[in-house]
């Protein structure tokens, strides 16, 4: 037992070193971080092949494509819960201006709130997030 010790705690040192030097996967760097996408507008309702779904336009403010941009449409109940999540993807021209199209669907009557924000295709953020209220 005491063997098992002496060898444990070198190892468990050694393992903490190695861990914080290591690099997380998407580590990259985002130029513009969250204001590398303004909503341009507040989300409007529109109709998507016969469904509902929000027109959330966005502008690039970096100089450099966004190819894509994941943007998600997270809507709640009135008790906070999250009961549907949504996602579009759009592409960005340097300095564009492009809208996604995310569908809300199979909601039952009543009002709702929603998240809306982009992110990389890296999962990082890109936008700030953005609150808007609606009602089915």
Not at 48 to 65: D, E, L, M, S
Request: overall charge positive.
């Amino acid at each position: 037992m005491r063997l098992l010790f002496r060898f444990s705690v070198p190892l468990a040192i050694v393992i903490v070193l190695i861990a914080s030097f290591s690099v997380p996967a998407y580590a990259a760097p985002v130029i513009g971080g969250y204001s590398t996408l303004t909503l341009v507008n507040p989300p409007t309702q529109s109709t998507c092949q016969g469904q509902r779904c929000y027109q959330v336009t966005f502008k690039n403010n970096v100089a450099a494509p966004i190819i894509p941009a994941l943007v998600f449409f997270v809507v709640h109940n009135s008790a906070g819960q999250t009961v549907l999540m949504s996602l579009a993807t759009v592409s960005f021209d340097a300095s564009a201006t492009a809208s996604a199209y995310p569908l809300v669907y199979g909601l039952s009557s009543g009002t709702y709130n929603a998240t809306v924000f982009a992110t990389n295709s890296g999962e990082i953020g890109i936008s700030s997030p953005t609150f808007v209220s609606f009602t089915v």
